[in-house]
């Protein structure tokens, strides 16, 4: 168990509806990032979050957003949900950012778009 | 910003033979190589990694090289056996900068 909890595990939905993904880091993790997996393919890195304030931005749709809360946890946003948004998310934490701190990854959420 | 090359994408190997995947970074700056492995439908999980101030580190079958000169880091497993199956991923980072992965290398143990 890495410590990170995500939630739900899995989601269905239709195409043009919205959903929202959370995040828990492990305990003491400022900071929190987001990725996209879609099947056979790599970690498609979206946004990085730091002690509640963005920090980095990757390949994020503008249909996409996220936040992250007082308490460090964090939300992804996905609306205007298209098919090519299938895929399994994950949410990933670590220290501190630029300390080389090791990336913990949560079970992620499988996302399925009909 | 960082661009992390890994090669191959896919390998087979016999069980008890060793692996090697490879990867190539861009940015000289780049000071820290984690590599991951994702097993089918989990999570990535860090294995190893090595920070730039060491050229190479063993963890029982697993070791990592790093030769900052020609900007490439090598995964290396030996004794493989059937639970190295996997995706692997490797991934490097500046000093205060996020993670850059690589593509990921399916490794296929042949029993």
């Known amino acids: 168990d890495s410590g990170v909890t995500q939630t739900p595990k899995h989601l269905i939905t239709a195409t043009g509806q919205r959903v929202t993904l959370r995040c828990s880091p492990r305990s003491g993790d400022l900071s929190v990032y987001w990725y996209q997996q879609s099947l056979d393919q790599g970690l498609q890195f979206l946004i990085q979050?730091?002690?509640?304030?963005?920090?980095a931005k990757g390949n994020i749709l503008e249909r996409f957003s996220a936040q992250q809360f007082p308490d460090l946890h964090s939300e992804l946003n996905l609306s205007s949900l298209e098919l090519g948004d299938s895929a399994l998310y994950f949410c990933?934490?670590?220290?501190?950012?630029?300390?080389?701190?090791?990336?913990?990854f949560g079970n992620g959420t499988r996302l399925t778009v009909t | 910003g960082e661009n992390v090359e890994q090669h191959p994408s896919t390998l087979s190997v016999q069980e008890g033979d060793s692996a090697v995947i490879k990867c190539t970074y861009s940015d000289s700056a780049s000071n820290y190589f984690p590599w991951y492995k994702q097993e089918l439908g989990k999570r990535p999980q860090l294995i190893i990694d090595i920070r730039s101030n060491v050229g190479e580190k063993k963890d029982q079958r697993i070791a990592v090289t790093l030769n900052k000169t020609a900007k490439h880091f090598s995964l290396h497993i030996t004794e493989t056996q059937p639970e190295d199956s996997a995706v692997y991923f490797c991934?490097?980072?500046?000093?205060?900068?996020?993670?850059?992965f690589g593509t990921g290398t399916r490794l296929t143990i042949i029993p």
């Open positions: 990933a934490s670590s220290v501190d950012v630029g300390v080389n701190s090791p990336l913990h």
């Open positions: 979050y730091y002690n509640g304030e963005e920090r």
């Open positions: 991934a490097a980072s500046r000093p205060n900068e996020k993670l850059t």
